[in-house]
């Protein structure tokens, strides 16, 4: 018998490996990072991702990759993902599949000049059920943001765990299925991680019609002031 959180665990472990993996190979320059040429193409802050990245979490992020004379380098590459078009559509449109039927999703894939990775964020199907996977541990490991949002946050990688009711919520073989994003951001702290997941959220959700009332929070997780 399947126990719903193994597989679980064993997806988010293989994705993390995954995203450090793709990030690590995105700039292959020559010797050093001032020969790096990130893939993709280069693109302003605002436009990236469908706008998913807000300004206070770009100018976070920027700040935290700054070199020791507090010098910003600003530029951003995006490699295109979906089909070309709105890489989010094109998410929602495969995710309304289901579990098995539909992909491990990308929807926003970001590098620097040297080629180093700022965002990767994807969403996926697992057949785990929300009330296990969302439950609060003591170690901070899983977080509850609402009664239909949970994360469990890493070091540079996070993921979100939605509610996200299906007819039925029950797939074939009498597992439920959770709706999760994984998000890799290896200079992101709980704040910058969860803005971009409700900010991507608020793009999927709509076309995937969950028959429970899914909101999407507002509230942010408070920094802290000391990573300001």
């Known amino acids: 018998m399947r126990t719903p959180t193994g597989g679980s665990r064993a997806r988010l472990a293989a994705l993390a490996a995954l995203g450090g993996l793709l990030f690590g190979v995105a700039g292959c320059g020559g010797g050093g990072p001032e020969d790096a040429k990130p893939d993709g193409k280069a ?52 995710l309304l599949k289901g579990p098995g039927a539909s992909r491990h999703d990308d929807v926003c894939r970001l590098w620097d000049k040297k080629g180093d990775g700022i965002i990767r964020l994807a969403f996926y199907w697992d057949l785990d059920d929300y009330s296990v996977v969302s439950k609060p541990s003591r170690d901070g490991r899983v977080q509850r943001l609402s009664k239909t949002f949970a994360v469990a946050p890493e070091a540079g990688y996070s993921t979100l765990s939605i509610d996200c009711r299906r007819p039925g919520h029950v797939e074939p073989g009498g597992y439920p299925a959770t709706l999760h994003a994984s998000l890799v951001m290896p200079d992101g702290d709980m704040r ?18 969950c028959t429970n009332d ?5 509230a942010l997780p408070t920094r802290d002031p000391r990573l300001k």
């Open 43 to 94: 693109s302003s802050w605002g436009r990236v991702c469908g706008g998913i990245v807000s300004s206070e979490t770009k100018d976070y992020l920027l700040g935290r990759a700054s070199d020791s004379a507090g010098k910003v380098d600003q530029a951003v590459y995006e490699l295109p993902v979906g089909h070309g078009g709105d890489a989010f559509r094109d998410a929602a449109k495969d």
């Open 214 to 218: 899914v909101t999407v929070p507002t």
């Open 192 to 209: 910058a991680q969860t803005q971009v997941f409700y900010a991507a959220a608020r793009k999927v959700l709509p076309a995937l019609h």
